[in-house]
């Protein structure tokens, strides 16, 4: 199990965060995703045989944010 932390400036509200929080979810070996509204911070933790950084990185792209790992 692996965790990331992304930040992602576009996040404006929890709309967002729902948005993001369903696309990454159907990614497969996603365990768990947070989403700090406040501080547009992304919490992911993820098998990383099933599933990639670059995998949950597309997902949150393709949806017009731009996650940046820290
Ligand atoms: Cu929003």
Known sequence: MQTIKLEV???KCQGCAN????S???IKGVKNIEVNVEAKIVDIE???V????DKITD???KLNYNPVMI
């Open 19 to 22: 948005k993001i929080i369903k």
């Open 24 to 26: 990454v979810k159907k």
């Open 50 to 53: 099933k599933a990639s950084i």
């Open 46 to 48: 993820f098998d990383n």
């Open 9 to 11: 400036k576009e996040i």
């Open 59 to 61: 997902a949150i792209g």
